[in-house]
């Protein structure tokens, strides 16, 4: 039997984001530990994709994604984001590119405290993410995934340009 908690739903969707970032950040450091930072990262880059590209298949069937990939995407990355508790932004440069930006990053707020900025493979596990949530939303498209900028080598945001394949 469900018992009555006295949390809304917006304090339940922060305690799932903090649940689910510090989950794996641990993982990560855990495998860090176990296996080595290459190793780790290549399981970490590996494990995002999969997940990432099950998360777009979901929040495409839910929120019925199709047609200009200019409105479709802003709103597929803000959910991600939102999950994420990250503050971004999408600028569409025209119906097949846009720049993506990352202003405010909880992954970077936690990773900086343990991790060098030399040693911190954020940003593969940056393009793995966006390459499956797009591959799971749009399965019939390719992308080119571009990272621009890099908060840990410090830029003032993460920013990867995403432009649609023609087919």
Known sequence: MKENIDLDLEEL??????????????????SVEKLGLETATELDVKA???????????????????????????????IQHTLMNMNSEIEVINENKMIHRVLECEVWRMVQKVWPQDAIPCHKVTLASIRGLLKGAFPENDFILEH?????LGDPC???????KNS
């Open 158 to 164: 993460c920013e990867v340009e995403i432009t649609v």
């Open 48 to 78: 995002w994709e999969m997940f990432s590209e099950r998360l777009g298949k979901k929040i495409a069937s839910i929120t019925s994604l199709k047609g200009d990939f200019s409105k479709a995407i802003p709103k597929l990355m803000k």
């Open 13 to 30: 969707l922060e305690l799932m984001r903090y649940s689910f970032l510090r989950l794996d950040g641990a993982w990560f450091m855990a």
């Open 148 to 152: 621009k900028k890099k908060i840990p």
